[in-house]
């Protein structure tokens, strides 16, 4: 569940777990259990070397824009394709997101969106000198 502002962003029972090497968990989202009304379009992209071409979302709730907080992989290579079409968010901008009812902290740095749960055991990457790992 995502919530920011009183807001319920994103809340599903159906979500993608993805993991990548010392990465903590990143979640795609149904389109269907996300509330697109406060997505709006940023041309922001970037490339994954597994999963393809990202797209990116600004989230807009009435005077606050959060930029390129949300992604999707439209297109995804063919062992993603349970994804296309769903959305990821990176934690840190947001009041409140939650995984099976526990606070998710955003994995250090500011590139990546894994979400951190007491489940999860590290290091990850994203702290100083874990450019290369």
């Known amino acids: 569940m995502i919530r920011h502002n009183g807001e319920t962003l994103a809340e599903t029972r159906k979500a993608w777990r993805t993991l990548e090497t010392s990465h903590p968990p990143t ?3 149904p389109p269907e259990d996300v509330a697109t009304e406060f997505l709006a ?5 970037s490339l ?3 999963k393809g071409q990202a797209r990116y ?7 606050e824009r959060i930029q390129a907080a949300c992604w999707c992989y439209p297109d ?6 349970p994804i296309a079409g ?14 099976d009812g526990e606070r998710a902290l955003p994995q250090p740095g500011g590139f990546y969106g894994g979400w951190i749960t007491s489940r999860e055991a590290g290091p990850f990457k ?4 874990s450019r290369y790992w």
């Open 27 to 29: 979640y795609y989202l």
């Open 41 to 45: 379009p940023n041309p922001h992209r």
């Open 48 to 50: 994954c070397e597994w």
């Open 57 to 63: 979302w600004d989230v807009v709730l009435s005077d």
């Open 76 to 81: 995804p290579a063919t062992a993603f394709r």
């Open 86 to 99: 769903y959305y990821a968010f990176y934690p840190s901008p947001f009041d409140e997101c939650l995984v």
């Open 126 to 129: 994203g702290v100083p000198g």
